[in-house]
């Protein structure tokens, strides 16, 4: 999981303040849930789902699951993402008070990301710690640190609930602020040690299933080759050293031309395209500091 900047793609017109489209919807789902009768029935929502509003969320989160950081258009059309579900709010089952969900946010631009499928839609799979499948995947789940602040309704005060938020918005906060990376399993962890910020990392990675076995492996292959690549950076350095010994002048030319190559093999893994950038990110940082004392952070 990588942070995305989402100013950097313009807002689909369809979804801009002033969007006949958008405030027709705004008003008439807002009508509907105000009807008592309406309150379980569901609202087909459409602005949400124009072909430009896909097309930028493709387009800022560079082809990748805004959740995972896996490429995967080229086998499927990937989901609008409600990061605050639109029709209903899983964790709100059993209460018998689902619906609705953020019915208000169904066509706001800052709740809409690109996710795959396994992240967004539930299925049954394996972890890398429990072989038993469960189910995983977002759908309508939302969970608080704090239920009691949960907002229903547009006239609701967004802020507040916002404070106790526990799944992460990639858009808001770095997750690379959250989550570390075990490189020879993949397996990804929660950094923070206070509570609150430990357990919106746990519940990030659970909601999104973050940990799944196929994933887990994906960015084990990753860090392997993250791995060779550190390695003929090293070698190189070290012909570059003995060339000084040697105070050959050519010799040293040609090794530094060598290096500075495989550095930039090396730093081809921190392109925003590349998958699991979260991951790179980590180990060539630490490879770059201890080797080289470059902060790649500052870049």
């Known amino acids: 999981m ?59 989160s560079k082809e990748k699951c805004a959740y995972c950081e896996s490429t995967f258009l080229k086998t499927y059309v990937g989901d609008i993402e409600h990061f605050r579900p639109k029709g209903e709010i899983e ?42 499948a469960k189910s995983m ?49 993949g397996v990804i962890q929660p950094k923070k040690r206070k509570e609150f910020l430990k357990q919106r990392a746990l519940s990030s990675i659970n909601v999104f299933g973050l940990q799944r076995t196929p994933l887990v492996h994906s960015r084990a292959k990753k860090a392997v080759r993250i791995l060779k690549q550190m390695t003929r950076v090293e070698r190189r350095y070290k012909d570059l050293l003995d060339s000084l010994e040697e105070n050959d002048e050519q010799k040293i030319a040609a090794c530094q031309e060598e290096l500075d190559w495989e550095i930039e093999d090396l730093h081809s893994f921190l392109d925003p395209t590349e998958e699991y950038l979260g991951l790179a990110r980590q180990m060539i940082g630490e490879f770059m500091r201890k080797n080289f004392q470059v902060d790649i952070t500052a870049a």
Request: aromatic share 10%; with cysteine.
């Open 91 to 132: 964790e709100l089952k059993n209460t018998g008070n689902s619906k609705p969900g953020y019915y208000w946010l169904a066509a706001d631009w800052d709740n809409l990301l690109l996710s795959c499928r396994n992240c967004n839609q539930k299925s049954k799979q394996t972890t890398a710690t429990v072989e038993e």
């Open 137 to 185: 995947g977002k759908m309508n789940q939302f969970p608080l640190f704090d239920e009691t602040k949960r907002i229903r309704s547009h006239e609701d005060d967004l802020e507040k609930e916002e404070k106790v938020r526990l799944l992460l918005n990639p858009c808001k906060e770095n997750p690379e602020d959250y989550f570390k990376y075990d490189i020879e399993s």
């Open 2 to 60: 990588i942070f995305i900047e989402r100013n950097s793609v313009e807002i689909p017109e369809v979804l801009q303040n002033g969007s006949p489209k958008l405030k027709k919807e705004l008003e008439a789902a807002i009508a509907h849930y105000a009807d008592p009768t309406n309150a379980k029935k569901a609202f087909k929502f459409k602005v949400y789902s124009d072909a430009s509003v896909k097309q930028a969320l493709i387009d800022m």
